[in-house]
């Protein structure tokens, strides 16, 4: 039996509810809800290699081998799913015939929307284009973006746009002519209202193509491939907007991604399952053994093993404090969907493929899980998991008073910016970067404070920087040499000069040295790469620490900009460095260095090759001297005063 039922998608001309029709899925035979006539479209064929054949629109999506949606048009050479297997397309044509209305499906209980279309799997869904159209027509000066980081991909966006454009039949003729469309702009006539707009953008590696327009919404699609240095200027489009929405699309493989990250920084909502028979806490995430979970009877209980209802559940959020600054997030792996695993043959697929070899697919296409590394040597999981120190304002209030002292002393650490500051565009690709550490008497470093400066004159800088390390009573300052010059001479003017120690990096060479010729006592060279891999190191073990995520944030993101690459010298030495990610500053990351190196030389730490090297140091901070002529007058290796 059918009946006719109304449909809000403009693209179906026709909609009827279905009862006792089937269709074939992966899942087996199932029942169709409501079939759907559309408008005509132009005529594509595919081809597969093992003889499947297909005549749809140009934009019907079929299922690739990992699961994504492709289009039927960008399908060539693309290997899909077939009933027998996976099959390479191996023709794509659009036909030389009048377009012809399609149908389109909807399924009752499958909540994967896909099913086999002779014999080649398809998906029926709409993207966000279509609830960007939809809004633009029914709220008067709304205004929209849609944003993608490459140009095919906004291509691919134009013809999607158009697509639905046709699907609402526009009479051109009729239209206010005023009011332009084309296939990356669309403007909506509200009559007497405002104008409604929807814009869609590339933004590759500069924004500046968005500073004047004013959105209300932001849609980023593949987010994933975003430099999220740019979202600062995106978002700054909503400044005067009173309706503000941003919506993220995309897939996270690795953990580095602007997506991952975005989830991390979230309040990290997960579906909390509560055993009736133990009272045991359930958690579908790979950080709770999600994999034991899933049993050919069901998902279990991991403590006594009893069939969880996935409907008895709530949410439990591991940082609720972000709720409060609106960044929801939430992981729905598609093991908690009812649907899912309510009807059997659906929950035994997805217990096959938990059992397969490929376990990287199933962790990301069913679970939602990111599972490769990145090429970052930090995530910002390895940054959330120092901030245990508590709030910002009791860890610098227990800097300065507890009694008894709760650190043996302070340093600063200082990494000198330069004049690149763009009042016009508020930008800047470099900072000075001051932080405080303790250190606590069983030689942990706590961060108790950090600061970033910019648009200030060097004189300004230096005092608010001198004032804070007095402030919380620091011991020693540790600063970078050559661009910071100036700020070095001046910071020495401000407190004990013997105590500003100067660092340079150096590529080669040993970890920390002393430079050949030089007549400066408090100047050493550090190895760039070996001394950031250690203060990585520092991190992973917890040895750095550091206040609430939320309050470190800001400053801690610093660390994550940084990329390891190859290195080759011109003696063929090899090995590694340290590349800086696009426009992103790392000043934080060098200021923390600098600050634990001069707390590791302060608590004895052998940093120099040789003994000779760490006497000169502890003489010069005992003594405020040099001992360089002394020793090799005396042809030793170690001198002693």
Known sequence: MSKKVESLNPKFTESYAIEDWQIETPNGWEDIDIIHKTIPFDVWQIKTANNKTLNCADTHGIISKDGQMIHAKDSLDESVITKEGISKII?????????????????????????????????????????????CRIIPGLRIATIVPRMDQLRTLGYKSKEIEQAYRFQPNKRNPKFKTNLYYKEYDHGKARMSLHRMYYVLSDASKMRSPTFDWINFDEYQDFDDTLERVIKSTQSRSEFRSVVYGGTSKSVDTPLEQRWLESSRGLWRMTCPACHFDNYPDLNHNVLDMIQPKGLCCLKCGRVLNVRDGCWDFEAPEMLKYGLWGFHIPQIIVPANTEKQSIYLDIYKASQSSDKKSFLEEYLGEATESGTKELTTRDLQNICILGDIHDVQKQAISAVPPKYIFKVSGCDWGGSDYNPAARSKASYTAHCIIGVTPDKKFDIIHMKKYAGMDYDDITHCIANDHHKFGGYALANDYGGGAVYANEIKKLMDPLKVIMFKYKAVGTFLSIPKNSEMFNLYSLHRTDSITTLFMDIKSSRLRAPRWEHSMEYLKDFLVLTRVPWESQQGVTGFLYTKQGTKTDDMLHAVNYATVLAKLILGESLFEDEVGMELFRNYFKYGRDMRNIIRNRNTTVASV
Request: hydrophobic content about 35%; charged content about 15%; aromatic content about 8%.
């Open 91 to 135: 023709s794509v044509d659009r036909q030389n015939s009048p377009a012809v209305p399609m149908y389109d499906v909807t399924l009752k209980n499958d909540t994967s929307h896909t099913y086999f279309t002779n014999g080649i799997l398809s998906h029926n869904t709409t993207n966000m284009l279509l609830a960007a159209d939809l809004y």
